[in-house]
T-cell receptor, first 117, second 111 residues
């Protein structure tokens, strides 16, 4: 089983609908992230969470909200989906990087492809 | 502002060597990462540099020069499975230690 699991993997919806993407992890990491990926652009950070009580906006948080239900679960919601939110969404986790050799690299889920018509 | 530049696409031959460059303009540098992403799949971690110099890991090596804002990923003995996008990302203390990502370099390997 994957260490970072996203559901659904694919979703087609209509403008104005509410959508939730869910992410769960078994890596025991405190830090979780939501990114979107669009062709020709780098990964863009939507929201991130350093622990259950800590939620931070990324560079493109408008139109999105998140919930950190537990250390292992971090969900992303689109309250009213619009076509330019059509993208590939990735959840990721990481440990805290330190000087002892832990790089703090990201571990990604398999992605959720969202199409908004 | 903060910016990462890497070539959009490169082509190389199976068995050869290819170097993918990444230049960055960021303040508060706190490490540079390379990830591999096959089409339709998740990025996977390849390498990490925080000090100047070369880090070698099997067929892959990554180099960093902090003074020049420059890194490269070197892939040796290319295999068809190396056809993928290679993403350069910089961690910055000025962005709360979050990663700033390049758009990725699509590497095409030809027989």
């Amino acid at each position: 089983d994957a260490d970072v699991t996203q559901t659904p993997r694919n979703r087609i919806t209509k403008t104005g609908k509410r959508i939730m993407l869910e992410c769960s992890q078994t890596k025991g990491h405190d830090r979780m992230y939501w990114y979107r990926q669009d062709p020709g652009l780098g990964l863009r950070l939507i929201y991130y969470s350093f622990d259950v009580k800590d939620i931070n906006k990324g560079e493109i948080s408008d139109g999105y909200s998140v919930s950190r239900q537990a250390q292992a679960k971090f969900s992303l919601s689109l309250e009213s989906a619009i076509p330019n939110q059509t993208a590939l969404y990735f959840c990721a986790t990481s440990d805290l990087g330190d000087t002892g050799g832990n790089t703090g690299e990201l571990f990604f889920g398999e992605g959720s492809r969202l199409t908004v018509l | 502002g903060q910016n990462i530049d890497q070539p959009t696409e490169m082509t190389a031959t199976e068995g050869a060597i290819v170097q993918i460059n990444c230049t960055y303009q960021t303040s508060g540098f706190n490490g540079l990462f390379w990830y591999q992403q096959h089409a339709g799949e998740a990025p996977t971690f390849l390498s990490y540099n925080v000090l100047d110099g070369l880090e070698e890991k099997g067929r892959f090596s990554s180099f960093l020069s902090r003074s020049k804002g420059y890194s490269y990923l070197l892939l040796k003995e290319l295999q068809m499975k190396d056809s993928a996008s290679y993403l350069c990302a910089v961690r910055s203390t000025n962005s709360n230690y979050q990663l700033i990502w390049g758009a990725g370099t699509k590497l095409i390997i030809k027989p």
